[in-house]
């Protein structure tokens, strides 16, 4: 298993250009999720999805969209850059097995994006 | 307000001595709490987790403590050795259930000194 992976590892964008961040995940699992990771600060959640089709709001989620057509896929899209969004993006995925006495509810980050804009 | 909060300094020590690293929170009811390690330039790497009926749980040289009363739960690395050395987080899981919506604290960076 690749795990769980993450396309580009670096951009850098102007004020108001759009990209789209790439995330995907190989173990089939149903939960996935969007951080970022800024200085000094703890990861923020940005969205989360739990399940293909089923995606709801983080804590930061202004200035981001996100769909899930796939189990695999999670795709960040930032629609109109700003200084304020350069940061260190991850991507994570989960499942829980709910078995007693497991570790369930692991959770499994990507390699991280750093997105600087200019 | 809501906080989550891991010391800021770095903890130095020397090898083969116990980390102990602190997690303290306020104004949440998290189900669990998840501790990662994380080293510069890598995505965090899940450690453990420990739900909030557990006191305490352990993996080979970790383990951690749950307090839900005090609000703080406490991560040691016993026999600790410079491959330790990283950055430690604590995590709130508020939902449970694998939900991937955990509050982290900005982490500890802990140096293990030979």
């Known amino acids: 298993n690749a795990g769980v992976t993450q396309t580009p590892k670096f951009q850098v964008l102007k004020t108001g250009q759009s990209m789209t961040l790439q995330c995907a995940q190989d173990?089939?699992?149903?939960?996935m999720s969007w951080y970022r990771q800024d200085p000094g600060m703890g990861l923020r959640l940005i969205h989360y999805?739990?399940?293909?089709?089923?995606?709801d709001q983080g804590e930061v989620p202004n200035g981001y969209n996100v769909s899930r057509s796939t189990t695999e896929d999670f795709p960040l899209r930032l629609l109109s850059a700003a200084p304020s969004q350069t940061s260190v993006y991850f991507c994570?995925?989960?499942?829980?097995?709910?078995?007693?006495?497991?570790?369930?509810?692991?959770?499994?980050f990507g390699p991280g994006t750093r997105l600087t804009v200019l | 307000s809501q906080k989550i909060e891991q010391n800021s300094e770095a903890l130095n020590i020397q090898e083969g001595k116990t980390a102990t690293l602190t997690c303290n929170y306020t104004?949440?009811?998290?189900?669990?709490l998840q501790w990662y390690r994380q080293d510069p330039g890598r995505g965090p790497v899940f450690l453990l987790l420990?739900?909030?009926?557990?006191k305490e749980k352990r993996k080979e040289r970790l383990k951690v403590t749950f307090d839900t009363t005090l609000k703080q739960s406490l991560f040691h690395i016993t026999a600790s050795q410079p491959a330790d050395s990283a950055t430690y987080l604590c995590?709130?899981?508020?939902?449970?259930?694998?939900?991937?919506?955990?509050?982290f604290g900005a982490g500890t960076r802990l140096a293990v000194h030979p």
């Open positions: 994570a995925s989960s499942y829980s097995s709910g078995l007693a006495g497991e570790s369930t509810d692991t959770q499994y």
């Open positions: 173990m089939n699992h149903e939960y």
């Open positions: 999805s739990v399940g293909a089709g089923i995606t």
């Open positions: 104004n949440y009811s998290p189900a669990y």
């Open positions: 420990i739900r909030e009926n557990e």
């Open positions: 995590a709130l899981d508020l939902l449970g259930g694998g939900y991937n919506k955990l509050i």
